[in-house]
């Protein structure tokens, strides 16, 4: 099948909400073929970076910080979204969300990969990096006065142990020390 | 830190939006440890499932589909929201969901793990499993009327090329795609 075969023209857009995070839209499009109109209910955010950041000996470093959507508190890799006009350079928007969250620089960073997270409904993407030789930085940025992190590091095995056990259920960091399994089979 | 050290509690929530797929909410909560207030941008969601498909000649199956969100055709596991009432049986609704979208039923079932999606922002929960030994359904369940899908099967090396192609950029899929990576590595 053509991009002409499945896209859904938009008939009509009504935006919902304009926040600081996400925007929403409520579309209603014409199915492809005639075959009627429906409706799609959309949210719009700027996109995120993430890091897979690995130390000396051999831990990936993980935050802890509550999540309101969820009212729990969750283990991720360090992450944050990107601010207006950070697009261009997600590779700096990741070192600086590293700084801020772990006090930790990288000498080498490679790019893992870029998904979508939700694309049912969002367009946010996330670009993932994979961050090694960390340095601490002296005077590091601070973090966010709204955000309160606790700062973990752990094995490969203990990683896949808080996976299997269901403690760490986050896509993002479940892909990206999916990704690190990955590389040490290399 | 316990609990209380990053609990949000919630000062007061406004409902934005109320919707088929998705509800809005915006909380202004109160930061712990007396660090004053915070904006919540919050989507809620009742949850999806998704299905690691794999046929017996070893192929993963992966379906086509147009997504309002990116104005793109994604490539994505068989994949689908969880209606009201079906969060307690979340595999029955996988099931439905590869036989509407695949036309395809399956012996054998394991369930590989759930996980959130985007927990920045929304509680979105995709639970997620492996179906094997996989069937045709003589008349199978319709496709919904605002559903076009186009079905794929690739082999591993196949999928792993799309990856890294970029034409393969959904979380899930590429979450799915490396466990069965890593299960063959077993």
Redesign the interface.
């Known amino acids: 099948?053509n991009?002409e075969?499945?896209?859904?023209k938009t008939i009509s857009r009504e935006t919902?909400?304009k926040?600081?995070?996400?925007d929403?839209k409520?579309?209603t499009?014409a199915?492809?073929?005639n075959?009627?109109a429906?409706?799609?209910?959309?949210?719009?955010?700027n996109g995120?970076v993430a890091v897979l950041a690995i130390t000396s000996d051999d831990k990936i470093v993980l935050v802890?910080?509550?999540?309101?959507?969820?009212e729990k508190?969750?283990y991720?890799i360090p992450?944050g979204?990107l601010e207006q006009g950070e697009n261009a350079d997600p590779q700096a928007a990741m070192l600086r969300e590293l700084e801020e969250e772990t006090g930790l620089a990288a000498k080498t960073v490679t790019k893992i990969?870029?998904?979508?997270?939700?694309?049912?409904?969002?367009?946010?993407?996330?670009y993932l990096y994979k961050a090694e030789n960390l340095v601490k930085v002296e005077n590091p940025r601070p973090q966010d006065?709204?955000e309160?992190l606790?700062r973990y590091e752990v094995s490969l095995a203990e990683a896949k142990a808080l996976?299997a056990s269901?403690e760490i259920?986050?896509?993002?960091t479940?892909?990206a020390i999916?990704?690190w399994?990955?590389s040490t089979?290399a």
Chains 1, 2 share one sequence.
């Not at 802890?64 to 969820?70: G, S, V, Y």
């Open positions: 099948m991009f075969d499945f896209e859904e919902i909400f926040g600081q995070i996400i929403v409520f579309d499009v199915l492809p073929g075959r009627g429906a409706p799609r209910e959309l949210v719009f955010h995120a802890r910080q509550f999540r309101k959507a969820l508190v969750i991720e992450a979204k990969a870029e998904f979508y997270t939700a694309p049912g409904f969002s367009n946010e993407l996330i006065d709204d309160i606790e996976i269901g259920a986050d896509a993002k479940i892909l999916q990704h399994e990955l089979h």
